[in-house]
């Protein structure tokens, strides 16, 4: 069975629609393995056609059809185009297209419908079975103006029964918010909690098995700082899951204090005194600092009676109170959001907040718990006090902005997208209000005797212990001490396509796509590959898909190993010539000048001896580690010359026979440049006697489009003749998988063609050449059209 690689990347590039192969399972009978097949094969027909209606209705609007495929789920996780004839209702078009995604059972229902500045509407829905939600079943819709959907994405390949699971239901809300009490550490009374516990009831799959699930949200600030979750199931009672979901810093950190510099504070006077209490804010948001006492409380509200906060007990909150305006202006000024919550929430800080494990210790760590944000004071030599550093600040007030737009879920590489975004906008709030970037987090309050460290860098991530490219993701539990599967250390990954984006396109630019993403195409299961899409088509929406804003998306994730990248016009001479399909044929001796353009750049040459003989390629003007190979016509490598800190490779070898080859050029481990190298090849061919071209018109078509698991040829021959070819003036095959081989006057394949193709000459030695289509059992294309021939002699 062949693989189908929809990778991310081809969101940038366009897709033929595949047929999509579902594995059976070698643990089930024959009789089984041919009823499943059945099964699959039908509903793999049913996703194929709606896919390709899809693809049909933009086409037909003359738009770009665009599509990411998750192959574990066997469904795609973003689509883009001109997807409904015009005005659609949203209910109806997820029912009509739910085949997409393989559900079986269910609808989906809309929860929240939001119109932006760009005249758009994002609809967020959520698929429900029996009335009851499906845990991370979200799927998100986009309408332009007109209301024509433009994009679709989510997770939403959830395969479970279509039957009465209410009925197994035992458990009310109640009962489940007393079985996660029992769980508690302690007691809770009527004051324990700062908000109301939530019980809600989802179907979820919990080891393999669906079943009703009580989710439980259980908040408070005593006697430790809590956000804790669990999972009940709603039948037995038993805790399937449960965690603290506390958004902190990391727990070992870095910063240089509060740095005693005087700010201006917006305060409230009420009989003679003062408190941190900042009602200048549009739309009647208030923001309010308080002083939890060394306890886990949010404590009193921080007063004076001057209105001179100069106290040494004072300094974490004027910074916390400050900070906290600073971010909610960046937000309302640049994105024109109301409050984390968009709807005017109160914004409450805690500082001097004690260690939860050690009542009388400093706390190295600052939060947000779901209601408000809480600061440590830090041990002096590790932290000071958290507040200090308006990049902690924003970064904790922007997951509070995540827990109300895409709600990242805190674990694996959703929760390493909540912590990045952070990052990301607290190096864009500290950016606009210092007047400058600076690349390190937390870098005021990280061990304030060392100066030039910090909690985390974005411009470098292994500075700090994190890795910057998915060859180095790690692979962590969803544990405590696993940072929940890596939440902090792996978001070095995007933190180090964010610098690669916003170096390139600035961060203004790169603040309006990422904020874009978040709130409007970002879901709570949403992984890496679902970041780079719902970036790219905020930058689509905003800049269009064509600009440099959508390219410095493509190449920043590419540079870190996410997804393909998009080379920039007049940077990379040959392009596109990134695979074998796509190698640029370079003449007997020729010398080229190239570029490698981006981190994913490799580039392809070919070309046919016509005998035995020696082979000599050098690769000179190298600007960076580049490494040099030769291929056989299959693709194998039959010598390479990978020479570090040299500014020079060679190869020389020995063809036994004619034969087609091909050249790779790459950097080694991503290694780019703007500077070009220098390339030549000799190799064996025939010296033609004086003659010349002689053209004739030709009329050849393939059916169009060409059928699956089938075979075309078309041949030409000129008696006599020292060389003939043809000319395609359209080409286009399934890249990879359906071939069209040109054959000499003895049959042997001279080379195979794929892709999409401009109008071409081939041409081989001899009197005969022949062009013949071979295709494959899914997918097919134009095929090709031959319009020429000629002949030399």
């Known amino acids: 069975m062949k693989k189908r690689k929809f990778v991310t990347s081809v969101l940038a590039t366009g897709l033929a629609l595949s047929t999509l192969v579902v594995p059976t399972s070698s643990s089930v009978s024959a009789e089984e393995k041919i009823d499943k097949s059945a099964v699959q094969a039908k509903q793999k027909t049913k996703q194929q056609k709606k896919l390709e209606k899809l693809q049909e209705k933009t086409t037909k609007a003359n738009a770009k059809f665009k599509m990411a495929w998750d192959e574990k789920k066997n469904a795609p996780r973003f689509i883009s185009g001109k ?182 504070l917006n305060t409230f006077e009420q009989n003679g005194v003062f408190s941190l209490s900042d009602r200048t804010k549009p739309l009647g948001v208030t923001i309010e600092t308080y002083d939890a006492g060394d306890q886990w409380a949010t404590g009193s509200i921080v007063t004076d009676s001057d209105n001179n906060f100069t106290s040494s007990r004072q300094k974490a909150a004027v910074d916390a109170h400050f900070y906290a305006g600073v971010t909610f202006d960046y937000f309302k000024d640049n994105h024109n959001r109301n409050s984390y919550d968009n709807q005017g929430a109160d914004i409450i800080s805690s500082v001097h907040v004690r260690d939860p494990d050690a009542l009388n210790r400093p706390w190295n760590n600052a939060a947000w718990v779901g209601t408000q944000m809480v600061y440590g004071d830090g041990d002096g030599s590790t932290f000071t006090a958290l507040s200090g550093s308006l990049d902690v600040v924003a970064h904790e007030l922007t997951h509070a902005v995540t827990d109300f737009s895409a709600d990242l879920v805190y674990e694996f590489q959703p929760g390493a997208l909540n912590e990045s975004f952070s990052d990301v906008f607290g190096v864009l709030a500290e950016a606009e209000y210092e007047g400058e970037v600076d690349w390190l987090l937390g870098e005021d309050v990280y061990t304030p005797h060392i100066a030039g460290d910090a909690l985390r860098s974005i411009s ?264 003939v070819a043809i000319h395609f003036s359209a080409f286009e095959t399934e890249t990879g998988y359906d071939f069209v081989h040109i054959k000499d006057k003895n049959g042997t394949i001279i080379e195979s063609l794929d892709g999409n193709r401009g109008s071409f000459w081939v041409e081989v030695d001899g009197d005969k050449i022949s062009a013949t289509l071979e295709t494959d059992f899914s997918v097919t294309g134009y095929g090709f059209t031959v319009d020429e021939v000629r002949y030399y002699q």
């Open 460 to 723: 470098n991530p292994t500075l700090y212990d994190q890795p910057d490219h998915m060859d180095n993701f790690r692979v962590l539990p969803n544990t405590q001490a696993g940072d929940w599967g890596g939440v902090h250390i792996n978001s070095g990954i995007p933190n180090k396509a964010f610098y690669h984006i916003a170096t390139d396109i600035g961060l203004d630019k790169s603040g309006e796509i990422y904020y874009r993403a978040l709130t409007q195409y970002l879901t709570s299961q949403s992984q890496f590959d679902d970041a780079r899409n719902a970036l790219l088509q905020s930058a689509a929406d905003i800049y269009g898909e064509d600009g440099a804003e959508y390219n410095a998306v493509a190449n920043g994730f590419a540079q870190v190993g996410i997804g393909g990248s998009v080379v920039t016009p007049g940077n990379d001479t040959f392009e596109p010539n990134d695979t074998l399909g796509e190698a640029h044929e370079v003449a007997n001796g020729e010398s080229l000048t190239s570029y490698i353009s981006s981190a994913n750049d490799d580039d392809y040459y070919k070309f046919t001896t016509s005998g035995a003989g020696e082979i000599s390629i050098d690769l000179t003007n190298v600007p960076q580690d580049y490494d040099l190979f030769l291929l056989n016509s299959s693709g194998s490598t039959l010598a390479k010359s990978e020479n570090g800190r040299t500014s020079n490779e060679s190869i020389t070898y020995n063809a036994s026979s004619a034969g087609t080859f091909y050249v790779k050029v790459i950097g080694y481990n991503g290694a780019n440049s703007t500077s070009p190298y220098n390339l030549t090849v000799s190799y064996p061919s025939v010296v033609v006697g004086d003659g010349e071209w002689f053209t004739e018109a030709a009329s050849f078509d393939t059916d169009h489009p060409y059928s699956n698991n089938s075979t075309d040829t078309f041949t030409y021959e000129k008696p006599g003749a020292q060389k």
């Open 83 to 264: 997807l409904s004839d015009k005005k659609a209702n949203i209910s109806d078009f997820l029912k009509e297209n739910k085949d997409i995604f393989n559900i079986d059972a269910g609808e989906f229902e809309i929860q929240k419908v939001e119109k932006d500045d760009l005249g758009m509407t994002h609809y967020r829905t959520q698929l429900m079975v029996d009335g009851i939600p499906v845990y991370g079943a979200e799927v998100n819709v986009h309408t332009d103006k007109a209301g024509v959907v433009t994009a679709v994405n989510g997770v939403s390949d959830k395969k479970l029964e279509n039957k009465k699971w209410s009925k197994s239901v035992k458990l009310s809300k109640q009962d489940a918010i007393e079985v996660a009490e029992e769980k508690l550490s302690f007691t809770p009374d009527k004051d324990t909690y700062t908000v109301e516990p939530a019980s809600d009831l989802y179907l979820y799959e919990h080891e393999g098995k669906w079943a009703p699930v009580y989710i439980v949200e259980l908040q408070f600030l005593e006697p430790y700082i809590g956000r804790e979750y669990f999972f009940i199931d709603a039948k037995k009672g038993e805790v399937l899951k449960s965690y603290n979901r506390i958004h902190d810093a990391e727990s070992v950190g870095s910063g240089t204090g509060v740095l005693g510099d005087t700010k201006t």
